[in-house]
């Protein structure tokens, strides 16, 4: 298993451009996620999907799109770029056991993103 | 929004000393995790505690949940290099499907 594979590694964008981060799984996890980390600020989660078409918003939405159409994938898409969206952004993805208490969090590598 | 509060938010050490790390809240917790994240790495689950004054060990690390579930500690005995790292706690409480994080506690130990 490849677990949580996220493409690009690394980006730089422009003011205004927009982009498209991908992430993918290969457990068949039904929840999925993505982060930002900030220095000092932890993780921080942007938005996240419960199963295949579901998608909620998480604590920091803005300037964000997702959408969730297949199991496996979920992208994640910055529609005009700030550069206060430059950060490292985790997607991450567990599964459902029933005793949500135990979930664990698979994480992605990270893409590291600088819009200037 | 639970709030997640750690400490400290630095800590430097040499190679052989113990450490405290800590993770509070005012909220009530159905679950606590930590994590361990390397640098350029995504983090990695260490270990999960759901009942009020659960204490969980793996090898060096020492884990507690607080008696009320409001808080979590994690004690690290003779302490590596091979420990450096950024430490986070992720709590759930109420049904919430995704945790939310603490914002960590980055880790030196010099040789």
């Known amino acids: 298993n490849a677990g949580v594979t996220q493409t690009p590694k690394f980006q730089v964008l422009k003011t205004g451009q927009s982009m498209t981060l991908q992430c993918a799984q290969d457990m068949n996890h039904e929840y999925m996620s993505w982060y930002r980390q900030d220095p000092g600020m932890g993780l921080r989660l942007i938005h996240y999907?419960?199963?295949?078409?579901?998608?909620d918003q998480g604590e920091v939405p803005n300037g964000y799109n997702v959408s969730r159409s297949t199991t496996e994938d979920f992208p994640l898409r910055l529609l005009s770029a700030a550069p206060s969206q430059t950060s490292v952004y985790f997607c991450?993805?567990?599964?459902?056991?029933?005793?949500?208490?135990?979930?664990?969090?698979?994480f992605g590598p990270g893409t590291r993103l600088t819009v200037l | 929004t639970q709030l997640l509060e750690q400490s400290p938010q630095f800590l430097s050490i040499q190679e052989g000393e113990n450490l405290t790390v800590y993770c509070n809240s005012s909220?009530?917790?159905?679950?606590l995790q930590w994590y361990r994240q390397e640098p350029g790495e995504g983090p990695v689950l260490l270990v999960t505690v759901v009942t009020g004054g659960e204490v969980k060990k793996l090898k060096r690390l020492t884990f507690q949940f607080g008696d009320a579930r409001k808080d979590s500690s994690l004690h690290i005995t003779a302490a590596q290099p091979g420990d450096t790292g950024l430490y986070l706690c992720?709590?759930?409480?109420?049904?919430?499907?995704?945790?939310?994080f603490g914002r960590g506690t980055s880790l030196i130990v010099h040789p």
């Open positions: 992720a709590a759930t409480s109420g049904g919430s499907y995704i945790p939310t």
């Open positions: 999907s419960v199963g295949a078409g579901i998608t």
């Open positions: 909220s009530v917790f159905s679950s």
């Open positions: 991450a993805s567990s599964y459902s056991s029933g005793r949500d208490l135990y979930n664990e969090q698979f």
